[in-house]
């Protein structure tokens, strides 16, 4: 065999063994890894999402269940944790405490030319198998739009991108531990 051939196969005999370590310390990690970048104790193994309160001054009627079905959805998506009704592993409770709209860039008539919805959240994380992951903890999301336009035609957009920020947000808090 040829100098040049001995050498063209030596790389290719790195990238299988590479890919192949690659593989192996990947699946023995312990608690787990996703592709979310979720780190979950390994004894988690269900997780229930209480249905958000809204307690704002200002009562939108669907940002409730919005806010709590993205939070489920996420952690559907996001990790191979099982959905149960009571008795979870991993238990999330939140509040809606703030919800209002401000102006925030004055137009040069002394008018808004831009107004923010602002969106704020308390929650509560209960993990039974790993308690150093509990928090209670605020979080605060907002989106700016026009001042042209009313509240009513951007709000259901607004509040959906404002929730999966929030969402986010709380995943992040919870799994990711950065």
Same mark, same amino acid.
């Given at each position: 065999?040829?100098?040049?051939?001995?050498?063209?196969?030596?790389?290719?005999v790195n990238i299988v063994f590479v890919t192949l370590l690659s593989c192996v310390l990947?699946?023995?990690?312990?608690?787990?890894?996703? &592709?979310?970048?979720?780190?979950?104790?390994?004894?988690?193994?269900?997780?229930?999402?209480?249905?958000?309160?809204?307690?704002?001054?200002?009562?939108?009627?669907?940002?409730?269940?919005?806010?709590?079905?993205?939070?489920?959805?996420?952690?559907?998506?996001?990790?191979?944790?099982?959905e149960v009704e009571s008795d979870a592993d991993a238990y999330f409770s939140g509040t809606?405490?703030?919800?209002?709209?401000?102006?925030?860039?004055?137009?040069?008539?002394?008018?808004?030319?831009?107004?923010?919805?602002?969106?704020?959240?308390?929650?509560?994380?209960?993990?039974?198998?790993?308690?150093?992951?509990?928090?209670?903890?605020?979080?605060?999301?907002?989106?700016?739009?026009?001042?042209?336009?009313?509240?009513?035609?951007?709000?259901?957009?607004?509040?959906?991108?404002?929730?999966?920020?929030?969402?986010?947000?709380?995943?992040?808090?919870? &799994?990711?531990?950065?």
């Amino acid at each position: 065999m040829s100098k040049g051939a001995k050498m063209s196969k030596l790389p290719r005999v790195n990238i299988v063994f590479v890919t192949l370590l690659s593989c192996v310390l990947l699946f023995s990690c312990k608690g787990g890894y996703s &592709f979310t970048g979720a780190s979950i104790n390994a004894d988690t193994k269900t997780f229930q999402v209480e249905m958000f309160l809204n307690r704002a001054s200002i009562v939108q009627p669907i940002l409730a269940s919005e806010l709590t079905y993205a939070m489920i959805n996420k952690i559907r998506s996001g990790t191979n944790l099982q959905e149960v009704e009571s008795d979870a592993d991993a238990y999330f409770s939140g509040t809606i405490t703030n919800y209002y709209v401000s102006p925030v860039a004055i137009s040069s008539n002394d008018q808004a030319a831009k107004n923010r919805l602002t969106i704020t959240i308390k929650v509560t994380y209960h993990n039974k198998q790993d308690s150093k992951s509990d928090f209670v903890t605020t979080f605060s999301r907002y989106k700016e739009y026009d001042a042209s336009l009313a509240l009513s035609n951007v709000e259901e957009e607004l509040i959906r991108e404002i929730n999966e920020e929030l969402v986010d947000d709380i995943f992040t808090k919870a &799994f990711v531990n950065w």
